[in-house]
């Protein structure tokens, strides 16, 4: 079956540091890699979105891998502040348009 | 970014009675929107698909008749939890994709509580 792992469940970093989370899947070819940054009791932002063909993608302090030989992506977060603290997800999304969501990393960055 | 807003953020309800969720894409036309599930420290689960004009898509395991969604406009869905119960009690949340886009904007989603 589909399975998507974000190997942390809970990740503490000190502030000014790079946070790194990481996006496993198994038995999927995504069409599209999304990130999503969500806080306790709202709904999930969009972050950024990564295409199959794509290495890289960058926004801001924000920068993303795609490995599809991997089947893994690599969210960082540079210069980190202490209001970079939530719950990050990523989401696969197929031909269909369907995503399918990790289970989330909580990244409290420390001050 | 585009902006999807819910409506209500938060629903305390008798058991028994039905519940009704607005969702709609304030600045975009939602072609999809999608119907969310998340219980406490848990992940996003899909429960429907719905297009606009048509009939919802429901994954499996999500009872159609106890979770009705209506996607009757490009800028407006509904879920409607019909005879809620305490166990329906979870964190609704709903996204919209517009014609031709990839991402998907989320809504601030909706506390239920069933007593």
């Known amino acids: 079956s589909q399975k998507i792992e974000q190997n942390s469940e809970a990740l503490n970093i000190q502030e000014g540091k790079t946070a790194t989370l990481t996006c496993n899947y198994t038995?999927?070819?995504?069409?599209?890699l999304q990130w999503y940054r969500q806080d306790p009791g709202r709904g999930p932002v969009f972050l950024l979105l990564?295409?199959?063909?794509?290495k890289e993608k960058r926004k801001e302090r924000l920068k993303v891998t795609f490995d599809t030989t991997l089947k893994q992506s690599l969210f960082h977060i540079t210069a980190s502040q202490p209001a970079d603290s939530a719950t990050y997800l990523c989401?696969?999304?197929?031909?269909?348009?369907?995503?399918?969501f990790g289970t989330g990393t909580r990244l409290k960055v420390l001050a | 970014g585009a902006v999807v807003s819910q409506h209500p953020s938060w629903v305390i309800c008798k058991s028994g009675t039905s519940v009704k969720i607005e969702c709609r894409s304030l600045?975009?036309?939602?072609?999809?929107m999608f119907w969310y599930r998340q219980f406490p420290k848990q992940s996003l689960m899909l429960m429907a698909t719905?297009?606009?004009?048509?009939?919802?898509?429901?994954e499996q395991g999500v009872e159609k008749d106890k979770f009705l969604i209506n996607h009757a406009s490009l800028t407006l869905s509904t879920l409607t939890v019909t005879s809620a119960h305490p166990e329906d009690s979870s964190f609704y949340i709903c996204?919209?994709?517009?014609?031709?886009?990839?991402?998907?904007?989320f809504g601030q989603g909706t506390r239920l509580t069933v007593v």
């Open positions: 719905s297009n606009e004009g048509s009939k919802a898509t429901y």
């Open positions: 989401a696969l999304t197929s031909g269909t348009y369907k995503y399918i």
């Open positions: 600045d975009f036309q939602a072609t999809t």
């Open positions: 038995n999927y070819s995504p069409a599209y």
């Open positions: 990564i295409r199959e063909n794509e």
């Open positions: 996204s919209a994709r517009g014609g031709g886009g990839t991402e998907a904007f």
